[in-house]
């Protein structure tokens, strides 16, 4: 995604909404020019939606290692739905759940180089290893699209922020589209998780941004 595709408010929009746009600003302002590359930065679209499979539960900086390498051997979606699955097991393997996404990148390299991508979030969740918020983050990075991805910075930091009282993934999804203007929903996930691996490691420095943030008027 590179630079943070973001426009800040002309409204007019509710006081929460307002504070809650002050608040993603700030965040931006923290992370802009540090932001770390994200698994879902990359150069082609099946290599979007493939990293962001192999990304869920695991660090973007591993992820991002693993693609290089797997891409370097299999630089097609068809190349890779042909491959051994033992040999794509092997190259993964550093990452989390590394034997089940293997069978779902393989699978849906196959079908995507048969059918194309799916454009729709229904049609990319009928593809092996691919739920909500894998859907909502590729259409975010490959097509500009008005989708939010909710994974666990972006749910722990909206938690943090009042922007939702729910655990919920999709309720949180649901919040946050309710509360935000509908052109800033594809960098929400791109801002938080920045954030968040910029200054989660540390929970306290976490908590203490977050809380004068959080004060907001």
Same mark, same amino acid.
């Given at each position: 995604?590179?630079?943070?595709?973001?426009?800040?408010?002309?409204?007019?929009? /509710?006081?929460?909404?307002?504070? +809650?746009?002050?608040?993603?600003?700030?965040?931006?302002?923290?992370?802009?020019?540090?932001?770390?590359?994200?698994?879902?930065?990359?150069?082609?679209?099946?290599?979007?939606?493939?990293?962001?499979?192999? /990304?869920?539960?695991?660090?973007?900086? !591993?992820?991002?290692?693993?693609?290089?390498?797997?891409?370097?051997?299999?630089?097609?979606?068809?190349?890779?739905?042909?491959?051994?699955?033992?040999?794509? $097991?092997?190259? &993964?393997?550093?990452?989390?759940?590394?034997?089940?996404? /293997? $069978?779902?990148? $393989?699978?849906? #390299?196959?079908?995507?180089?048969?059918?194309?991508?799916?454009?729709?979030?229904?049609?990319?969740?009928?593809?092996?290893?691919?739920?909500?918020?894998? #859907?909502?983050?590729?259409?975010?990075?490959?097509?500009? #699209?008005?989708?939010?991805?909710?994974?666990?910075?972006? +749910?722990?930091?909206?938690?943090?922020?009042?922007?939702?009282?729910?655990?919920? @993934?999709?309720?949180?999804?649901?919040?946050?589209?309710? !509360?935000?203007?509908?052109?800033?929903?594809?960098?929400?996930?791109?801002?938080?998780?920045?954030?968040?691996?910029?200054?989660?490691?540390? @929970?306290?420095?976490?908590?203490? &941004?977050?809380?004068?943030? @959080?004060?907001?008027?």
């Amino acid at each position: 995604m590179g630079e943070i595709r973001v426009r800040f408010p002309t409204g007019p929009f /509710s006081m929460k909404t307002e504070k +809650a746009i002050r608040q993603l600003k700030f965040l931006q302002k923290l992370v802009k020019g540090k932001e770390p590359r994200l698994a879902a930065e990359q150069s082609a679209k099946w290599k979007v939606l493939i990293s962001t499979i192999l /990304s869920s539960q695991s660090r973007d900086t !591993l992820t991002n290692k693993i693609s290089a390498l797997l891409y370097r051997k299999y630089n097609t979606p068809k190349s890779l739905g042909n491959a051994d699955l033992s040999e794509i $097991k092997r190259i &993964i393997r550093p990452i989390n759940y590394y034997k089940t996404k /293997s $069978k779902h990148i $393989k699978e849906t #390299a196959r079908i995507i180089s048969k059918r194309g991508i799916p454009k729709t979030r229904d049609g990319l969740m009928e593809l092996p290893g691919v739920g909500r918020k894998v #859907a909502n983050v590729y259409l975010a990075e490959a097509h500009n #699209a008005p989708a939010i991805g909710v994974d666990t910075h972006v +749910a722990r930091i909206s938690h943090k922020l009042g922007w939702t009282k729910s655990k919920d @993934r999709l309720r949180i999804e649901k919040d946050l589209e309710g !509360l935000f203007p509908k052109r800033y929903w594809n960098s929400i996930n791109y801002i938080l998780v920045s954030f968040g691996q910029l200054f989660g490691s540390s @929970r306290r420095k976490e908590d203490e &941004i977050l809380k004068k943030v @959080r004060s907001f008027s």
